[in-house]
């Protein structure tokens, strides 16, 4: 390939529209030997659908109001499709003291109820229990209890998105070592999404600061990682690697103003490029 200059190699990145806010990022994207990545918007296309509703004691579609009525408070892709579901339906409830905890849902008050939202950690933080069954639904979902007890579930489906297995492979084939996935999601949607991408080693119901520990961890080693991620959760992380990539279209503002590189298009076959336009970019022009 033609080697391109020390301004070349930023500039044929942002015509990839790969947005790099250093040099020295560049430099470091082909000393790269670990790709850790997140799963939700990373990965899969973050935009989730509901699928079912199972509800216990109370109407469907009040279950549906309340559960929407908390999540239009928060910004993460479950409560977008939880919210998007439930049409004009909550729009006449009063939401008060809502709560992101991290890793786990929203808690908060709707009209006269204390409602959760969230995996079953959530649940569990909060001594409330549920049907030991529903935690081998291999699928994400949202557990809902209202003033205490458990109200019911709903699950959202999300799909990989369409460059996701041509990158991994690429990433191999430029010789990364090893590609992670990290996510806070369940461990058996994250095997199994791993399993369809080959990706070398995939961990799942991880926090935000397990992430960190994980990278924190390769980074002993010796190993010299990317991190990339989406999430309102991913900042933390996006900071310790030694290069940190934002997906820039459905990413939280967060992610994108700590990370060092921007993949304006989301796609995650543009990690690949940014490792290749570093190797054909000529450092000693000057
Ligand atoms: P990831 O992006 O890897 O899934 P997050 O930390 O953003 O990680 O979320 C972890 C998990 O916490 C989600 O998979 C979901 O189960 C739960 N969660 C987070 N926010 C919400 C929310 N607003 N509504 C319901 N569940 C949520
Ligand atoms: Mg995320």
């Known amino acids: 390939s033609i080697p391109l200059g020390y301004f070349g190699g930023i500039g044929a990145a942002s015509k990839n529209g790969i947005l790099f806010k250093g040099s020295n990022y560049l430099d470091l994207m082909t000393k790269i030997d670990t790709v850790v990545m997140d799963k939700t918007g990373t990965l899969t296309e973050g935009v ?162 397990d992430k960190v520990n994980k990278v924190e961890a390769l980074k002993q080693k010796g190993k010299t990682v990317a991190f990339v991620g989406d999430g309102i959760n991913d900042a933390p992380v996006l900071s310790l690697a030694d290069v940190g990539l934002a997906m820039g279209g459905l990413g939280s503002d967060a992610a994108i103003e700590t990370a060092d590189v921007i993949i304006q298009n989301d796609q995650p076959s543009k990690i690949g490029t940014a490792i290749k336009i570093g190797k054909s970019t000529n450092w000693v022009v000057w």
Not at 67 to 89: M, Q, R
Not at 111 to 124: E, F, P, S, V, Y
Not at 147 to 157: D, L, V, W
Not at 159 to 168: G, L, S
């Open 48 to 209: 989730f659908e509901v699928q079912e509703i199972k509800v216990t004691g109370l109407e469907q579609t009040e279950f549906l109001a309340l559960t929407a009525a908390l999540e239009s408070k928060s910004t993460h892709p479950i409560a977008l499709a939880v919210v998007a579901y439930a049409g004009n339906s909550y729009k006449q409830k009063n939401v008060a003291n809502v709560e992101e905890v991290s890793g786990h849902g929203l808690k908060g008050m709707v009209d006269d109820k204390l409602l959760l939202a969230g995996n079953g950690k959530l649940l569990k933080k909060f001594q409330v229990s549920y049907p030991a069954e529903i935690d081998s639904i291999v699928e994400t979902i949202v557990l809902v209890a209202i003033n205490g007890n458990y109200a019911g579930y709903i699950t959202i489906a999300d799909k990989i998105k369409e460059d996701a297995k041509a990158a991994v492979q690429q990433l191999h084939q430029l010789g990364i070592q090893s590609i992670v996935m990290l996510s806070g999601d369940k461990d058996s949607i994250v095997q199994k999404v791993a399993k369809s991408l080959q990706i070398d080693q995939a961990f799942g119901g991880l926090l935000p600061e």
